[in-house]
């Protein structure tokens, strides 16, 4: 959880950083959130060898899993990346809220979550926070460099964003229960640096084809405060995007994608804030009306798990199956995979 929520505040604001310092390549900034998953492969060195009854799916079943995941990975990277170019930080946070209301639905129709009240609700209002947010699309005012009468696009452009991350992490969490079917590090990680490497192959094409590398030197010559701070922008822009990947994945296997996009959401609170102190984004009155919905939202689903946990637990002292069905599938996952 640590792990997911520092990566997605700090790989946020230095998205924001890149274009506020001189950056212009939309096509460089999707490369840094595939691009450093190379270095998980370092990890992999040091994580414990598969034991002799773990789960070995073959080949012919995970390159096409990693091949189609990595393209659509790759292409809700660069919807971000636009988006966060078109509007404020502090927007573009609460916006990107509605991955939860998104993912109420995916989960249900793809992983079999139980679709509540409580869950309703969260979606409803995190759709009305967004809904607010782009209201006030002529009223937002900020120091920030958008360009004007892009807002509506980066708006338009978050929300797409939003509903393809609620479907990727659906599928990453029905690809561990149904092919990978073991919950390992080793897997996570293996999972987390196939799939990245194909998306940073598909942005690198999309670099090469569109002619933007061309304009890489003359950016980073011209960057704010020099060349050595555009190299470590982009380095701790793609690091804090894979520990943000792997905390999340890590949550996805051993809860749901619900939940760790749950996880997510608590960063909400705080990334307006540091971007107001960094960036000098206002934080006007609908603002703080969107973030509190947001966190009703959030606090919603909260109260969920929680009944589901109780539930669950009820369901076990009693002898019967628990009623939450994601919960008993972990339940009865735990005993046959090594944490």
């Not at 020099?226 to 905390?247: C, F, I, K």
Request: with cysteine; glycine share 8%; hydrophobic share 50%.
């Amino acid at each position: 959880m640590l792990m997911a929520l520092c990566g997605q505040i700090v790989a946020t604001l230095l998205g924001r950083l890149y274009y506020n310092s001189g950056g212009n390549s939309k096509w460089m900034a999707t490369l840094t959130q595939s691009a450093g998953s190379p270095l998980l492969a370092i990890l992999m060195l040091f994580t414990p060898p598969p034991s002799a009854g773990e789960p070995h799916p073959s080949a012919a079943k995970m390159v096409p899993i990693y091949v189609g995941l990595g393209i659509i990975i790759g292409f809700d990277n660069l919807m971000y990346s636009y988006a966060l170019q078109f509007l404020p930080v502090s927007t573009f946070s609460l916006v990107a809220a509605t991955q939860l209301g998104f993912n109420s639905v995916t989960s249900r129709l793809i992983n079999a979550q139980r679709f509540t009240v409580l869950i309703a609700n969260s979606v409803v209002v995190l759709t009305f926070s967004a809904a607010l947010l782009g209201i006030s699309a002529s009223s937002d005012e900020t120091s920030s460099s958008v360009p004007r009468g892009k807002y509506s696009a980066g708006f338009v452009l978050t929300l797409a964003a939003s509903a393809l991350f609620a479907l990727i992490l659906s599928l990453l969490e029905v690809t561990f229960e149904k092919v990978v079917r073991t919950r390992t590090l080793r897997w996570v990680l293996r999972v987390q640096v196939c799939t990245n490497l194909v998306a940073a192959a598909a942005t690198v094409t999309g670099l090469f084809a569109s002619g933007d590398w061309k304009t890489i030197p003359g950016e980073m010559a011209t960057f704010k405060n020099g060349r050595a701070r555009y190299v470590a922008t982009l380095v701790g822009t793609a690091v804090s995007w894979q520990v943000m990947a792997v905390g999340a994945l890590r949550l996805i296997v051993r809860v749901s994608s619900l939940f760790a996009n749950v996880t997510g959401t608590l960063a909400l609170p705080l990334v307006p804030v540091f971007a107001v102190v960094l960036f000098g984004d206002r934080m006007t009155g609908i603002k703080v009306v969107a973030m509190l919905m947001a966190v009703w939202g959030f606090l919603s689903y909260v109260y969920q798990h929680y009944i589901d946990g109780r539930r669950a637990a009820a369901g076990d002292e009693k002898g019967r199956e628990p009623e939450c069905r994601i919960c008993a599938a972990r339940a009865g996952s735990e005993q046959d995979s090594p944490a």
